[in-house]
């Protein structure tokens, strides 16, 4: 093939290390962005590779078998809040595995979340929007939070549980 | 409440405690899932966990020492009222305890549209007349424990992990041969045809035609220091 052969159609992985290889970081950021916490994100991660690595076919192209890491994902993440919460909190849907499959070389995008949390803190007024960013996506306490907005600890505590609630009744776009 | 406990638990860090979900609670969480992964750089893989996981694929994918020689159906059996010293107790080590909840996945690439919903082929097992019987005491299984039991009638594994205590047939549900323990305490495996469950009942592999259904589960609780399963009555 012309182009140093990065043209051929079909890519294949040479064995399962090359599959772990290049799926570990993508699988685990797409879980992490569907449980929040690295201590799921690495349980799930686990169960994934443990079930899909045996039974895999290495003939298949690395499109279909970044697919199969999906679907065994997507099932993986249903089992879990089946046991953890009883009903399913996330999904991992078509964008999602638009996101797993077409995914260049490099795993170090980030996840799908980052873009479903712009959403949400889009639509929320102010106050909320800004709890919300301080709170979760800037990592403060509720100290430094509530100083950073001129509230007390006391309402900064309220303000973040109104705004999670704001949040989740703006539907289903987070999903 | 438990919805803000486990909000709680997301931002700092630490795995949230499960408990029964409403719908409310779901949409709240859900977007606050969504928010916690956003955090720049947190969803970022440990190398120690990459490293650890390469190593413990490389453990499961070796070929395997085939010619285990057929098992002593009882050995690892625990007798219902065996003093706790004579008890054995397998610990699952690491974090794959109990967790595989894998859905039928065959011996060839399938199509990603098969897997979803065969989890759940198998209900629990209500017996018309039954009893809560001992199983384990609850000091002997720990958290990614599993043990063994045989009542006679039934036999099956009682496992316990982070979500709680568990019960299984100990029956494949393909044609009927006695489930074993794998060595590493993760998985059922049958003697028969190569199939493996997860000690949740899940199916974990096959090399059959169809996928046979997942392991029936029992119902477990836990009273006065014991791991009791709602068995038939004799």
Redesign the interface.
């Known amino acids: 093939m012309s182009d140093s052969g990065e043209r051929v159609a079909e890519p294949r992985y040479a064995d ?2 090359a599959v ?1 290889r290049d799926n ?2 993508r699988v ?2 797409m879980l ?12 799930l ?3 994934v ?9 290495l003939e ?1 192209s690395a499109p ?2 970044r ?2 890491l ?3 994902a ?3 993440l ?3 809040w ?9 999904a991992l849907d078509t964008d999602d ?1 638009r996101w797993l499959v077409d995914l260049g070389p490099e795993p170090e995008v ?2 799908t ?2 873009r ?3 959403a ?2 889009a639509q929320l007024p102010e106050p909320h929007r800004r709890i ?1 960013q301080l ?5 403060c306490s509720l100290r430094e939070a509530a100083a950073a907005l001129g509230i007390t600890v006391g309402y900064a505590k309220v303000l973040q ?1 109104r705004a ?2 704001r ?4 539907g289903e776009v ?2 | 409440m438990s919805t803000q406990r486990y909000v709680r638990d997301l931002l700092r860090g630490r795995r949230p405690r499960r408990f029964p979900a409403d719908a409310e609670a779901a949409a709240e969480l859900r977007a606050a899932i969504t928010l916690a992964a956003a955090k720049p750089d947190a969803d970022s893989p440990r190398e120690e966990f990459v490293h650890d996981l390469h190593r413990r694929l490389s453990e499961q994918l070796a070929p395997a020492p085939t010619a285990r020689s057929a098992p002593e159906p009882s050995s690892n059996v625990v007798p219902l009222r065996l003093g706790p010293t004579r008890r054995r107790v397998l610990l699952a080590g690491g974090v794959a305890a109990g967790a595989a909840a894998i859905g039928a996945v065959g011996d060839h690439l399938i199509s990603a549209d098969s897997t979803a919903g065969d989890t759940e082929a198998a209900g629990t097992l209500e017996p018309n007349v039954g009893t809560w019987r001992q199983v384990a005491a609850s000091s002997d299984l720990e958290v990614g424990g599993v043990r063994q039991f045989d009542a006679g009638s039934v036999v099956g594994f009682v496992s316990r992990d982070a979500a709680g205590l568990r019960a299984v047939s100990g029956i494949c549900t393909h044609q009927g041969c006695r489930l074993n323990l794998d060595p590493d305490g993760r998985q059922l495996d049958c003697p028969c045809h190569n199939t493996s469950f997860a000690v949740d009942g899940a199916l974990v592999r096959h090399q059959l035609p169809q996928p046979p259904a997942a392991l029936p589960h029992l119902q477990v609780r836990e009273r006065g220091g014991q791991v009791e399963v709602y068995l038939p009555t004799v």
């Not at chain 1, 949040?167 to 703006?170: I, K, Q, S």
């Open positions: 399962w290390e772990y570990v970081t685990y950021r992490y962005g569907k449980v929040g916490n690295k201590a799921d994100a690495e349980d991660t686990t169960e590779f443990m079930a899909a690595l045996g039974p895999l076919r298949a279909e078998v697919s199969y999906f679907t065994t997507r099932t993986v249903a089992g879990h089946r046991r953890t919460l009883g009903l399913e909190v996330t595995e980030p996840s979340a980052p479903r949390a712009e949400i803190l919300l709170r979760f996506i800037d990592a549980h999670l609630k949040a989740a009744a703006l987070a999903t």
